[in-house]
């Protein structure tokens, strides 16, 4: 059978499910591609199709083309199948009401910048950065709501 694309409201279920992000790195903003986790272009269930940022579902197809990582996995379709379902569950625990995911953020500048970026976001905002987690507001230095 030929190649079968995902239609547009799986697009948009898939793209939620993962944050508009690659299940991977977690980046957004670089580009998404819809990729076939067992490589049969014609199997589009849900579970077969994961979120890949557009360098690593490149790096999956041409492994050889790219120096090796320190941090990076191989991204062969069991790495890449886990990497989806850690990350689908990590979205779907920080979308509910009182999340029990722990919250870390890296960011550079005065504190009333910072309180200013968290109070703009909103609770349960998703940021990016050098760890990947979801953001609850913070108060005088305390969390809000219950821990």
């Known amino acids: 059978m030929g190649r079968v694309n995902p239609n547009k409201a799986q697009r948009k279920?898939?793209?939620?499910?993962n944050a508009n992000r690659c299940c991977v790195c977690k980046r957004q903003g670089v580009g998404i591609h819809l990729h076939h986790i067992d490589e049969d272009s014609s199997n589009t269930v849900d579970e077969n199709i994961a979120v890949l940022c557009v360098e690593d579902h490149d790096r999956?197809?041409?492994?050889?083309?790219?120096?090796?990582?320190?941090?990076?996995?191989?991204l062969g379709p069991e790495q890449i199948r886990q990497c989806k379902k850690s990350w689908e569950a990590f979205i779907?625990?920080?979308?509910?009401?009182?999340?029990?995911?722990?919250?870390?953020?890296?960011?550079?500048?005065?504190?009333?910048?910072?309180?200013?970026?968290l109070t703009a976001a909103g609770e349960g905002a998703i940021f990016a950065g050098p760890v990947w987690a979801t953001a609850r507001m913070f108060n005088g230095g305390e969390e809000s709501g219950q821990s």
């Open 13 to 17: 279920r898939l793209l939620g499910a």
């Open 60 to 74: 999956h197809h041409r492994s050889g083309a790219y120096r090796p990582q320190v941090n990076h996995l191989e």
């Open 92 to 117: 779907i625990e920080a979308r509910q009401s009182n999340p029990n995911v722990v919250a870390t953020l890296a960011a550079y500048g005065t504190v009333e910048l910072i309180h200013s970026m």
